[in-house]
Each structure stands twice: as structure tokens, then as C-alpha cells.
């Protein structure tokens, strides 16, 4: 007996798939080259930019949250978020309200890290979005959308709200 499939399940071939797989990955590898390679002169790596990324976006989020966001362990949050505070990236502020939080932002030198990072990778979508047209953006961030795990979803889409 066969099961009935979806029409979405057929709507792209094996071979279209993997070619979209490879070529996130590829993305992926010079998304990240501009920001690895100022991170590099820091002694610092892709854990380090994500932190930067999300406190700079985020000023006073709790350690619970980004830990929450970036899924890892505390432990390696504490040895990546320790480095950045000790070189005076990131200051740590105990909640007014409930002192047992701790809220982070970037310094100034945090910052300016921050932008360093993100000046090649902003440059890169927007050019990325001009060379595919503006009806590519749209069905980029649908595609990017429908990639996260659908009990997340509503979680990164309030997040990316709070712009």
C-alpha cells in the first residue's frame, strides 16, 4: 500500500535540494569571511561575533536570554562572554528590579567591534539583495523563515520585532 505524499514533497527534485543545501553552505562560509577575519585579529571566533551580534542588537538582554537564543551551554557562554568582558567589549549590569539578572551591553569598544563585523556582512546582503531583485528578498526570508524549527518561529519573529 503507498502513502499519499503531499505535492509539496514533490515539488523539488533530490538534486535541487542538495544544490540549495551546498550553496547555504557556501553562503554561509563568505557571510562569515569578513567578520572572521576581524574577529581573528582579536584572538576571537564565530561564538564571540554571536554574542557581540546579540547584545549589540539587543542592549540590556539577560544572560538567561542569550543563552536562550544561542542554545549552548553556560559554561561556554561564561568562557566567551568572560573574554569579551575582560577586554572591555561587554559591561554587565545587575537588574534593577531583580538583582539576581544580569543585563549586558556593549561598550563603546564593543561597538565599534560590533560595526567592524557587521559592515562586511550588511554590505554583502545588500548587494546580494540587488543583484536578485527586490520580489528575491521577500521569498529569501520566507525561505529563511520556514528553516526554523516551527516552535521557534514566533520566538525569532518577536525577537527580529523588537527593532
Same mark, same amino acid.
Given at each position: 500500500?503507498?502513502?499519499? #505524499? ?12 542538495? #544544490?540549495?543545501? !551546498? +550553496?547555504? %553552505?557556501?553562503?554561509? #562560509? ?11 585579529? $582579536?584572538? *576571537? =571566533?564565530?561564538? $564571540?561575533?554571536?554574542? &557581540?551580534? %546579540?547584545?549589540?542588537? $539587543?542592549?540590556?538582554?539577560?544572560? /538567561? /536570554? ?10 561556554? +557562554? ?10 572591555? *567589549? &561587554?559591561?554587565?549590569?545587575? =537588574? ?8 549586558? %551591553?556593549?561598550? !563603546?569598544? =564593543? !561597538? ?10 550588511? /554590505?554583502?546582503?545588500?548587494? @546580494?539583495?540587488? !543583484?536578485? =531583485? ?5 521569498? *529569501?526570508? @520566507? ?21
Amino acid at each position: 500500500m503507498s502513502r499519499a #505524499r503531499a505535492p509539496e514533497a514533490e515539488a523539488y527534485s533530490e538534486a535541487e535540494i542538495r #544544490r540549495a543545501i !551546498e +550553496l547555504l %553552505f557556501f553562503a554561509y #562560509r563568505d557571510f562569515t569571511s569578513g567578520p572572521d577575519a576581524v574577529l581573528a585579529e $582579536h584572538g *576571537y =571566533g564565530r561564538a $564571540h561575533h554571536r554574542v &557581540i551580534h %546579540f547584545v549589540g542588537r $539587543h542592549p540590556g538582554i539577560t544572560v /538567561q /536570554q542569550l543563552l536562550d537564543i544561542l542554545r549552548i551551554t553556560k559554561q561556554s +557562554l561564561s568562557r566567551v562572554l568572560g573574554a569579551l568582558m575582560r577586554d572591555g *567589549y &561587554i559591561r554587565q549590569q545587575k =537588574g534593577e528590579r531583580d538583582r539576581r539578572l544580569r543585563h549586558l %551591553f556593549l561598550t !563603546e569598544q =564593543g !561597538e565599534a567591534l560590533e560595526a567592524a563585523c557587521s559592515a562586511p556582512q550588511r /554590505q554583502r546582503v545588500r548587494e @546580494a539583495f540587488e !543583484e536578485a =531583485g527586490p520580489d528575491a528578498v521577500a521569498s *529569501y526570508q @520566507a525561505v529563511l523563515k520556514a528553516l526554523v524549527t516551527p516552535g521557534d518561529r514566533q520566538d525569532v519573529l518577536t525577537l527580529l520585532d523588537d527593532d
